[in-house]
C-alpha cells in the first residue's frame, strides 16, 4: 500500500501541524488488521503482518512475561507519540508501566516505554532500521529491540539502548540461531533460534 502524505497546514510552522497530523491519522479509514503509522510527516498504511511475524510476536511476549513486573504491561496496537519526530508509531510490542495508561485516548507519549519491539516485514523494513531506531533514540527510549528476518538474508536482532542526544548505542547484535541478553530491569536471555525465518 502506497502512504498517504499530508501536505503542511499552510500559514503554520514546523511542529504546529501536529494536531492536524494526527486527526488524519485518527480518520484513516485502513482495511482490518492494517497498521496506521505517521512516520516523519507521512501518515502510512501497512498490511496486517504475516504468521511468522505474529508467531516472532507471540513467542518474544510469553518470554517478556516471565519477567515484567506484574504492574506493567505488554501491548501490541499502543500508539507511541513523537510529535518533534513527526512521528506516531504503533510498535509490534511495547513494555509500560499500566499506569501510564491511566488517561483516554489511543496513544502515550514515546519516552514512557521500557521497551520496544520491531519486526520488521519486507513492506516496513526500511521504516524500522533507520526511521523508528532515530525515532525511539530521540525520544528516549530506555531499550529498543530490532528483529530483522529480512536482514541480507541473515536475520539479525539487534538491541540498542543507552540514548544521548537522540543517538543509540549498539547493546548487542546477533544472527538467529545465537542468544541476545535484555539486560536488567527484564534480565532475560532470549534464544533466538526459535523465532520462524520468513
Request: aromatic share 8%; proline share 10%; net charge negative.
Amino acid at each position: 500500500m502506497d502512504p498517504l502524505t499530508v501536505d503542511p497546514v499552510p500559514g503554520q510552522g514546523p511542529g504546529q501541524d501536529w494536531d492536524d497530523l494526527v486527526r488524519i491519522w485518527e480518520e484513516t479509514d485502513a482495511p482490518e488488521g492494517c497498521k496506521v503509522e505517521i512516520i516523519e510527516e507521512i501518515v502510512t498504511v501497512s498490511p496486517p503482518p504475516s504468521t511468522d511475524h505474529n508467531v516472532t510476536a507471540e513467542l518474544l511476549q510469553r518470554s517478556l512475561y516471565t519477567v515484567i513486573p506484574g504492574e506493567w504491561g505488554i501491548y501490541q496496537t499502543l500508539g507511541l507519540s513523537l510529535p518533534g519526530r513527526g512521528g506516531l508509531y504503533i510498535p509490534d510490542l511495547v513494555v509500560v508501566p499500566r499506569e501510564v495508561l491511566s488517561g483516554p485516548g489511543h496513544q502515550i507519549p514515546a519516552e514512557e516505554a521500557r521497551l520496544v519491539v520491531e519486526i520488521t516485514s519486507r513492506a516496513n523494513a526500511n521504516h524500522d532500521r533507520v526511521s523508528k531506531v532515530n525515532g525511539y533514540a530521540k525520544a528516549g527510549v530506555e531499550l529498543f529491540l530490532l528483529l530483522d528476518p529480512w536482514h541480507s538474508g541473515r536475520p539479525t536482532a539487534t538491541l540498542y539502548g543507552e540514548p544521548e542526544d537522540g543517538t543509540y548505542r549498539v547493546l548487542e547484535t546477533v544472527e538467529y540461531g545465537r542468544e541476545l541478553t535484555l539486560p536488567e530491569p527484564f534480565g532475560l536471555v532470549l534464544d533466538t533460534g526459535v523465532f520462524p525465518i520468513s
